[in-house]
């Protein structure tokens, strides 16, 4: 859908950017150009940012270290 029509960026478009390693709003202005015309659209791009790095965080795996043997000194 589109979230900035005045630069015609879409939540795709700011997902990407998030995926990208975008992670502050400024830069994502900066990047796509979202709410940077008449700002109608800034609280919608907020939040679908805000969605996407929640979601980049909860994809990251983790997995602990296999456990050492230990040795007899």
């Given amino acids: 859908m589109y979230v900035c029509l005045c630069n015609n960026v ?20 900066f990047e796509t150009g979202v709410a940077s015309c008449c700002g109608k659209c800034e609280s919608c791009a907020r ?7 929640c979601a980049k965080s909860s994809s990251v795996a983790w997995f602990p270290s296999p456990a050492r043997a230990l040795q007899a000194a």
Avoid at 18 to 26: C, E, I, Y
């Fill in 47 to 53: 939040e679908v940012m805000s969605e996407a790095l």
């Fill in 10 to 29: 879409t939540d795709k478009q700011i997902r990407q950017a998030v995926a990208g390693g975008v992670d502050s709003f400024l830069e994502l202005q």
